[in-house]
């Protein structure tokens, strides 16, 4: 790669924003691959995103910006590295390797479980709290008769709570309902974050061995 030769004094300021973590389907890693690259002259831009910064070895491996910034700054002695993301990103390589079907079949696994998990524990909350007694209760205060088998306090009770699942999620199936952010996707936000502060951290020792 040919190294900039200095025909001014002006530093060149260069942006990167690194991602947390990606998946490559490749073990050489460019910059471009892990983070976004802003540098006034376009030459120099498409230059750095070009780099090649590490070799995934293993399944994982964490880069350090500080690597990204001293390899630009050795070939750009006149560059001015400003970070604004990450300072370390997690890299995964991928070989594409997995058999589709076994995927699918570990989705529907789960899904069943989840829909009778939550099936069995909506039932024994609902008989921890008594719910045919209260309706009976409650319908008898109200008709002044007995409650039958089935009544209308059982169906809106049922299509409430189906409601009020679907808006809690506020999904059906691939929809969104509303582009507000529900509080299963600000836990699920943290818990990613957690998650890939963690492996980081382990796959660092592993490295640094």
Known sequence: MPEHTDTSKE???VYIRAEQQKTLHRRQVCINDIASVY???????G???????????GKKSVISVMKIIEQITEIYDDAQVISIGEPEV???YDDNSKNKI???LKVAAVCILIFFGSAFTIMAFNNDISISGVFEHF??????????QVSVLEVFYCIGLAVGIILFFNHIGKRKLSDDVTPIQVEMDKHNKDTWNT?????????DV
């Open 139 to 148: 319908y008898k205060q109200i008709m002044g008769v007995e409650k039958p």
């Open 11 to 13: 530093k060149i300021l």
């Open 90 to 92: 997690l890299v995964e």
């Open 47 to 57: 230059q750095i995103k070009g780099m090649i910064v590490d070799k995934i070895r």
């Open 199 to 207: 492996i980081i951290d382990k796959v660092k020792e592993k490295q």
């Open 39 to 45: 540098c006034k002259y376009s030459r120099y831009e």
């Open 102 to 104: 076994l995927e699918a």
